[in-house]
């Protein structure tokens, strides 16, 4: 009996020593990885410029790669697109063509579209949207104005809108959401890309009038803070290529606020 009971004293021991043992391990382990996430160097998410692109270029280093979508069929039938997009190397690529003097560069957003590419029925190639590396944040089709039939092709659908920028605008070294895009608008194989607006953070906008028009909401580009900031409307004419402000939404907006501040 006495041997028992020595022997669960020394279990008790035991048992005393090694469960703090694994529970300070445990807790140096969530510890150092807590510590670890603040030291974490996250891929970049969005086209890489500047110094970091210029010192890749001089070192023969690649950082990013292309990537594509699948083919995706145009709302009207007429053709296909095709997104294009980027990844970012974990490990730098040693790139040859740019030791051997090639100067054929791209670096895109992981997250957002860069370019588009658009094909015929038969899925040749017709064009590419852009010629240069660009951020495309958003992408809008022309919708049908009408119901009808699936199979009949709605006149109106002609225009695809996007917002584009082509600048590194925060200087931060990334081409991503984050910079000052603009609205543009082409036709449905990516012909006849027109800038639209300049200068105006776009807050919102869509086709109506049976596709013949584009509503917009925005605010105006600066350094205000952005509670301050007034939302505006425009609405731009396809056909006539015209953006009218729509200055009596805000009189009336004006007229409202007048009535607050009484």
Not at 3 to 31: A, C, D, E, H, W
Not at 60 to 68: T, W
Request: proline share 3%.
């Amino acid at each position: 009996m006495l041997s028992q009971n020595k022997f669960i004293r020394v279990l008790f021991i035991i048992n005393g020593l090694i469960i703090p043992v694994f529970v300070l391990i445990f807790l140096g382990i969530m510890v150092n990885e807590w510590i670890g996430s603040f030291n974490q160097n996250p891929e970049p998410t969005g086209i890489i410029v500047g110094e970091e692109l210029d010192s890749a270029k001089n070192n023969n280093l690649i950082l990013q790669g292309i990537e594509y979508g699948d083919p995706k069929m145009l709302p009207d039938s007429s053709g296909n697109y095709m997104e294009v997009f980027v990844k970012t190397y974990q490990k730098s690529r040693y790139n040859r063509k740019m030791a051997e003097g090639s100067s054929a560069w791209e670096y895109h957003s992981d997250h957002l579209t860069l370019n588009l590419m658009f094909f015929d029925k038969e899925y040749h190639f017709v064009r590419r949207l852009l010629s240069k590396k660009a951020s495309i944040y958003r992408i809008q089709f022309a919708k049908p104005s009408l119901p009808g039939p699936q199979n009949e092709i709605d006149s109106t659908i002609q225009n695809i809108l996007y917002l584009i920028a082509f600048e590194d605008s925060n200087k931060d070294g990334l081409l991503d959401s984050y910079d000052d895009h603009d609205l543009f608008i082409s036709d449905f194989d990516g012909e006849n890309l027109k800038k639209i607006t300049n200068n105006i953070e776009i807050e919102n906008f869509y086709f109506q009038n049976r596709n013949s028009e584009v509503f917009i909401s925005y605010k105006e580009r600066s350094d205000e803070r952005e509670e301050y900031k007034r939302l505006k409307f425009a609405l731009y004419n396809i056909e006539r290529n015209s953006l009218k402000k729509l200055d009596h939404i805000e009189k009336a907006m004006d007229e409202l606020e007048v009535l607050l501040s009484h």
